[in-house]
């Protein structure tokens, strides 16, 4: 072909996205502040095109990077998250229509263009009506080429163009995409958020993604444990000191619901929190509330919820309120545990490696047989479990290559089964309590002494950790 002469190029740019979908990401997406590059992914295997492409992308200002092969670009799309992923039709193995569709099982909202010659075109059309946003014809012409990334990256809602708000997030797992969809679309709302889960199992994380997909982002993120404090220093974090104590008001007297004006407010483990503090929460969620009657304005918050226990259980025991429950309960999440979702733990393992081994710039592995071991464990701990595992294993191996023995000794040492935070709290407070009462012989005033809390402080831990007093009671013989 003459290079002089105009240029022989078909393109079909099918929009098939949904229009919820469009919708949700406009509706979240603010002007952004600092705007990052948009990621586009090229497959090919010809390193020639991969470099021209890489080139001419690049100049127009997006971040690019390109693989040989349909397996190295699904590895890519897990680490890299692009917005566009331009895909040759014919490669080995797995072909571009083959790419194209685990690629819209696994994240429906990536937007593909296909790259074909002349003679493939009709197979180029099918793969539009597979999903597709539309398909390029080698030689590929610059204009053509920018102009047809432009609008697929506008229309691809698979991450926000101005900022990746998953990042944090490793995953490759269908489930986990699921549950991740849902969190995007409950960004675009600022209906209160449950999230569901096991101890460990990174419900913070995915708070934090909330908060980051959505037109709140550039303003505070607060969260506040509910399961770690006393309820009277629980009050005051969530709802602030009473004024006229002192002189001037701190952002610490305010209380999280003020600090986190205009932003997101967390409340970990809802669960616990006190049947007192359950109604001052009930009072500041509702719209005609003057928090702590100084503002004319209630606090502008997008709360969320995390909750391990099952909370209709609790509202059955008396211990949660019904109305509250549904109050917070608007757009529910699950965020599974890791024995549903063990296809990650490879990836996992080779992240908290990584971060393990940054400092110190140690080289460190699992041999192949060591990673089936920890795909097959159990983990009562979910992911916070598997990290701390990684952390201990790299500072007690002795050499580079961490053995499928040395996991399974680790495993089976006690020194090396980590609890949860929240399971180890729960049974060291329980312990305690039945210790205490022990020594008393169930007299709770005196157990109360001993733990310097009031009566009526120790009756309700007594309730919150099920022990009853009258066990512990010396019964005479008869």
Same mark, same amino acid.
């Given at each position: #072909?003459?290079p ?16 919820g ?9 603010p002007p ?6 948009a990621?586009?992914l ?13 080139i ?6 997006y971040? !690019?990077e390109?693989?040989?092969?349909? %397996?190295? @670009?699904?590895d ?7 917005? +566009? !992923? ?5 490669m080995?193995? #797995?072909?571009?229509?083959?790419l +194209? ?9 990536l937007?593909?263009?296909i ?13 539009? %009506?597979?999903g597709a946003f539309?398909?390029l014809?080698k030689?590929?012409?610059?204009s053509?080429?920018?102009?047809q990334? %432009?609008?697929?990256?506008?229309a691809?809602?698979?991450?926000h163009?101005?900022?990746?708000w ?5 995953s490759?797992?269908q489930?986990?995409e699921?549950?991740l969809?849902q ?5 675009g709302? *600022?209906?209160?958020?449950m ?30 444990a509910?399961?770690?404090l006393?309820?009277?220093l629980?009050e005051?974090?969530?709802f602030?000191?009473?004024?006229g104590a ?8 305010l209380?999280a ?6 932003g997101?407010?967390? +409340? ?7 049947i ?14 003057e ?12 709360l969320?919820c ?15 309120r019904?109305?509250l429950?549904?109050?917070?309960n608007?757009?529910?999440?699950e ?6 979702r ?8 080779s ?8 400092a ?7 041999s192949?047989?060591?990673v ?6 159990d983990?009562?701990?979910?992911v ?20 499928e023995?040395?996991v399974q000794q680790s495993?089976?040492?006690d ?6 935070? *929240?399971d180890?709290?729960?049974e060291f407070?329980h ?11 169930g ?7 001993? @733990?310097?809390?009031?009566?009526? &402080?120790?009756?309700k831990l ?6 009853l007093a009258? &066990? ?6 008869l």
């Amino acid at each position: #072909m003459n290079p002089d002469s105009p240029p022989i190029t078909t393109s079909l740019g099918f929009d098939i996205k949904h229009s919820g979908s469009r919708l949700r990401k406009n509706a979240v997406k603010p002007p952004a502040v600092h705007p990052h590059k948009a990621r586009v992914l090229v497959v090919d295997n010809d390193p020639a095109l991969r470099r021209l492409l890489s080139i001419r992308l690049g100049a127009a200002n997006y971040e !690019v990077e390109s693989v040989h092969s349909a %397996q190295a @670009a699904l590895d890519a799309c897990m680490r890299l998250r692009p917005n +566009l !992923v331009i895909t040759e039709l014919r490669m080995e193995q #797995m072909n571009g229509l083959g790419l +194209l569709k685990e690629l819209k099982s696994r994240w429906p909202e990536l937007s593909v263009i296909i790259l074909t010659a002349y003679g493939t075109i009709p197979e180029a059309v099918q793969a539009t %009506q597979c999903g597709a946003f539309g398909f390029l014809v080698k030689p590929v012409d610059k204009s053509e080429l920018l102009g047809q990334v %432009q609008r697929a990256i506008k229309a691809s809602t698979f991450t926000h163009i101005e900022g990746d708000w998953r990042a944090d997030i490793v995953s490759r797992s269908q489930l986990m995409e699921d549950r991740l969809r849902q969190a995007n679309g409950a960004a675009g709302t *600022d209906a209160p958020v449950m999230l569901m889960g096991e101890s460990g199992t990174g419900k913070e994380l995915f708070a934090r993604a909330i908060h980051a997909a959505s037109a709140r982002r550039e303003k505070p993120f607060i969260a506040v444990a509910c399961q770690t404090l006393v309820e009277g220093l629980l009050e005051a974090e969530l709802f602030g000191h009473e004024t006229g104590a002192s002189c001037g008001t701190t952002a610490s007297d305010l209380g999280a619901f003020q600090a986190a004006h205009g932003g997101t407010l967390l +409340l970990h483990e809802i669960g616990n929190l006190p049947i007192a503090l359950q109604v001052r929460l009930m009072q500041a969620l509702r719209e005609d509330h003057e928090l702590k009657g100084e503002s004319p304005a209630r606090a502008d918050v997008r709360l969320i919820c995390t909750t391990s226990r099952d909370l209709k259980l609790l509202i059955n025991s008396g211990q949660f309120r019904e109305d509250l429950y549904y109050r917070i309960n608007v757009l529910p999440i699950e965020v599974p545990p890791l024995g549903r979702r063990r296809e990650d733990i490879p990836l996992l393992v080779s992240h908290f490696l990584e971060q393990a081994t940054e400092a110190s710039g140690l080289t460190k592995i699992y041999s192949p047989k060591a990673v089936e071991l920890l795909v097959t464990t159990d983990w009562p701990g979910n992911v916070r479990q598997l990290f701390d595992l990684v952390k201990q294993n790299v500072i007690l191996s002795q050499g580079k290559v961490m053995t499928e023995e040395f996991v399974q000794q680790s495993l089976r040492s006690d020194s090396t089964r980590i609890p949860s935070y *929240d399971d180890a709290r729960d049974e060291f407070s329980h312990d305690y309590l039945v210790k205490n009462l022990q020594s008393t012989a169930g007299n709770v005033s005196k157990s109360a002494r001993l @733990a310097k809390r009031n009566r009526t &402080d120790f009756y309700k831990l007594l309730s919150r950790y099920r022990v009853l007093a009258e &066990d512990f009671k010396r019964i005479p013989h008869l």
